[in-house]
């Protein structure tokens, strides 16, 4: 089968589409899905570069979201058959660890990412174990119908959206919330997720025209962070009581000023440090302002169905950026490399 692969870590010039064998049912359980479409995600940069303890064999196909059509099904498969539409959690639990068992899915000790750990979805074909796999809802009329490329986009950043705000930060309506960088995929959703639970959103970005883009999307202030005091900016709104919740992905070139505008009893919720990991903490005004720092990373299976349930419901849909033709997969992991994206960046696999 075609795939997007990578032939070693390094550069983008590593990764080039190839002939691979497709993958079959081996163990009961698993289905098999004919990809129609693929989406990338930062993370996809990442494994090209390398990450500490990260083991790959080469060719590694690339891609954590996707979805498709099941084609094939394993021993006592009922959830799905071949012919339905579906898209999946692209996080692999072992389903029998202490964690799973009592349903933290993402703190599996055996956790795997589909595009990461396991060959991902920039494929012809792709192996996921039942569990992960759900049907592509139907929003009610008249909403349009999912597309293969809003299914592809859905998965991976609203499951990490939805955990940072609802079971972790335990973001409640009315409260503040302030999410940085709002081109990115998790904070795109986590505008759309905060929006929905009536929360009032500050979001920041360096482009004004992803700022524009945000308040159509329903960001009540944005601040473009190239030209403003985001903290001092955040205090002044808030009549110096700062925001309630804060999401983080950035890291070492943020984190200063999120904790100068975490408010008394404020939550900050961390899923990336794509600007560096390392960063300090005032323990004084940690323990007197009683904040909660919060890591964060995917999401449980219930997790996941409720996001489903409400792609279904209409109330939330991937923000897609470029779809690209399969064979300019490898001008889509460019473009990420760049970052001027303002939503998902889609690959479309042949039918
Ligand atoms: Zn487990």
């Known amino acids: 089968m075609q795939a997007v692969v990578l032939r070693g870590h390094g550069e983008l010039s590593q990764v080039a ?16 899905v004919r990809l129609r479409a693929a989406a990338l995600n930062h993370l996809d940069l990442w494994t090209v570069r390398g990450l500490p303890g990260l083991e790959l064999t080469f060719p590694h196909i690339l891609g954590g979201d996707g979805a498709g059509v099941v084609d094939a099904v394993g021993e006592g498969v009922t959830r799905v058959r071949p012919g339905d539409a579906v898209l999946f959690n692209p996080g692999i639990s072992c389903y029998r660890c202490e ?4 349903g933290q899915h993402s703190l599996c000790v055996e956790y795997k990412l589909l595009g990461e750990h396991l060959p ?43 955990r940072m705000l609802v079971t972790r930060a335990r973001l409640r309506p009315g409260e503040t919330v302030l999410i940085w960088g709002v081109g990115g ?21 360096s482009s004004d025209a992803k700022l524009a883009k945000a308040r159509e999307l329903g960001a009540n202030v944005t601040l473009n962070h190239t030209q403003v005091d985001v903290a001092k900016e ?29 408010g008394r009893g404020g939550r900050l919720v961390t ?15 940690l323990f007197w302002f009683q904040w909660d720092i919060l890591g964060s990373t995917m999401g449980t299976a219930d997790e996941y169905r409720e996001i489903v349930h409400l792609l279904g419901q209409g109330h939330l849909r991937p923000v897609i ?14 473009r990420m490399a760049e970052g001027d994206q303002l939503g998902k960046l889609v690959v479309e696999v042949p039918a």
Request: charged share 15%; hydrophobic share 45%.
């Open 17 to 32: 589409i190839a002939d691979v064998p497709a993958p079959v049912v081996r163990r009961p359980g698993d289905v098999r």
């Open 99 to 102: 964690h799973c068992l009592a």
């Open 120 to 162: 991902g979805t920039l494929a012809e074909f792709i192996v996921v174990p039942e569990p992960n796999v759900y049907p592509v809802p139907t929003p009610p009329a008249p909403l349009p119908a999912i597309t293969w490329p809003e299914a592809a986009a859905f998965s991976l950043v609203t499951i990490t959206a939805w």
């Open 185 to 205: 995929g998790v904070s795109s959703t986590a505008l759309q997720i905060a929006t929905l639970l009536g929360a009032h959103t500050i979001v920041t970005s």
């Open 234 to 262: 955040v205090r002044r709104l808030t009549d110096q009581r700062g925001v309630d919740v804060i999401v983080e992905n950035v890291g070492a070139a943020t984190w200063e000023q999120s904790l100068r505008m975490l």
């Open 271 to 285: 899923c990336g440090a794509t600007t560096g990991p390392k960063v300090t903490v005032d323990l004084r005004r």
């Open 321 to 334: 950026d470029t779809v690209f033709p399969f064979a300019r997969a490898p001008e889509a992991f460019r």
